[in-house]
């Protein structure tokens, strides 16, 4: 169906043509290739998986359904926690009434590993927020993951299709995309992933008319989508799709997007949220904007030299990661911001334990020992907890190593060695330890990063005009 015969028809006469064309891509015989269908949970990938669902439902009885599919939902571990929410509750009814009505459908999430998580890089590493110059999340959060998901896929069935709720309409960059990968007189499009294709259904519907059927036909897997439609209501946003192509644009504008987005000015549907009620979202618009102005050259308070380090990660000249007092402050802000929420909304995780534990290690990594994770978070939620192992008999060693130490210098060499060690059996991927203390040692004898004057400061300096007492200030 050309995108010419699609606006000629009204939308119950497209959405009849789209099903037509799912039920003959199902019945191809291509040997099951299994199909993978990338779900957000917004407005395009819920029709889309509603008109996939209807179509198998009325036309393919149950002992025909052979044909594997796989609904993939990404998880960033930093999406808005109010999206991510409602998506995991939907994707749970999903999995129920998949089991209940027969479909042959599997629901799975990708999330980014341990050491490629948005905290343990800006945070532990102290990788600057991202921006259109250095977007380093995209990747590490998103394409990896569902990446080697597909390949994984690819590895046991040999070629898979790829289902995507992209639309022409969406944006002039999505149209250019679709178009850049389509095959004349195909159905199927080329992907970027060899073995892989892709399959676009509802890439000529227009918005208007993704509204019209969503308010018109329930999901097949409980209640309707008067949720979804009020999520949008507070303020315009597009779904943030499956991706696996850096040239993908940002979701940051997107109601589906992560909440630390600084590709983007302003988070607008954040604040649409914040303005329709969502009060408690105000500490996560204040932290992404803290975030923003650190990296935006137009901020009126950027300051390169003040949050950034003059020495990169591999040791040459230029602007580095954020000063280690910086990348504590940012983890104290974080942590406090989760201590606020869950007082009403318990379960709301802003960052894991795993990625306190990571940050820690990171940080030895970087020669930051005058920081602890443990004390920072204690300190915060007034509790006691441990990212290190064995607290008491730690305190006990560096009591003793002062006393047997000629020097101050020997002193800290041998108990940054001692706590990088026992940091280091706190992740699952014990590797590297030897490479850990080789750096340390070398550090010590001729510094680098250690060797930068305000390297282990602790304290950082605001400006006036950043708010009474240093406290970041919310303008919406």
């Known amino acids: 169906m050309s995108k010419n015969d699609s606006t000629k028809m009204n939308i119950k006469e497209q959405v009849e043509q789209i099903k037509k064309e799912i039920l003959e891509q199902y019945r191809e015989e291509d040997n099951n290739r299994p199909w993978i269908i990338g779900f957000s949970g917004g407005k395009d990938s819920t029709m889309l998986l509603q008109l996939v669902w209807k179509t198998i439902q009325d036309n393919v009885p149950q002992d025909l359904r052979t044909r594997p599919i796989h609904v993939i939902c990404n998880n960033t571990l930093v999406e808005n926690p109010k999206i991510l929410s409602f998506v995991e509750r939907t994707l749970e009814k999903i999995r129920e009434a998949s089991i209940a009505q ?12 341990l050491e490629s998580s948005f905290w343990v890089n800006l945070i532990g590493k102290g990788y600057p927020a991202p ?20 390949k994984d896929k690819i590895s046991n069935y040999g070629e ?4 995507l709720g992209t639309r022409s309409d969406e944006s002039s960059q999505r149209a250019k995309n679709i178009k850049r990968h389509e095959i004349k007189g195909q159905r199927l499009r080329t992907h970027s992933l060899a073995n892989a294709y892709a399959f676009t259904p509802i890439k000529d519907v227009l918005t208007k008319d993704v509204w019209t059927y969503l308010q018109a036909v329930n999901p097949p897997w409980e209640g309707d989508n008067k ?9 315009s946003g597009g779904d943030c799709p499956i991706i696996t192509d850096i040239s993908t644009p940002s979701c940051g504008n997107s109601r589906f997007g992560c909440w630390v987005c600084t590709v983007v000015k302003r988070d ?19 932290i992404r904007d803290f975030l923003s102005k650190t990296v935006d050259r137009d901020h009126p308070e950027y300051d390169l030299e003040k949050y950034r380090m003059p020495i990169r990660r591999n040791n040459q000249e230029g602007p580095g990661p954020y000063w280690p007092r910086w990348r504590k402050y940012i983890l104290e802000e974080v942590l406090k911001a989760q201590r606020e929420i869950q007082e009403d909304q318990p379960e709301m995780v802003l960052i894991t334990h795993q990625e306190l534990a990571a940050i820690q290690v990171t940080w030895h990594r970087d020669f930051i020992f005058e920081f602890n994770v443990s004390d920072i978070y204690n300190d915060v939620f007034n509790r006691q907890i441990s990212f290190n192992q064995g607290d008491e008999n730690i305190k006990k060693e560096k009591k003793l190593l002062q006393e047997v130490c000629d020097n101050e210098g020997e002193f800290k060499l041998i108990n940054n060695l001692l706590k990088a060690q026992k940091n280091k059996v706190l992740l699952v991927n014990k590797r590297g330890l030897q490479n850990d203390l080789e750096h340390i040692i070398e550090e ?33």
């Open 102 to 113: 027969g479909m042959p459908m599997t629901v799975e999430q990708t999330t980014p590993k």
């Open 227 to 235: 949720e979804l439609i009020t999520l949008y209501m507070s303020s």
């Open 268 to 286: 607008k549907s954040m604040e649409g949220l914040i303005e329709s009620g969502e009060d408690w979202m105000v500490p996560l618009v204040e």
């Open 131 to 150: 921006n259109t110059i250095f977007r380093w999340c995209t990747e590490r959060l998103k394409i990896n993951p569902t990446t080697q998901y597909i």
């Open 160 to 163: 898979v299709i790829i289902l």
């Open 444 to 476: 010590h004898v001729y510094p680098t990063k250690t060797a930068v004057e305000g390297y282990q400061d602790g304290e950082v300096n605001f400006d006036k005009k950043e708010g009474d007492n240093g406290q970041m200030k919310l303008d919406i």
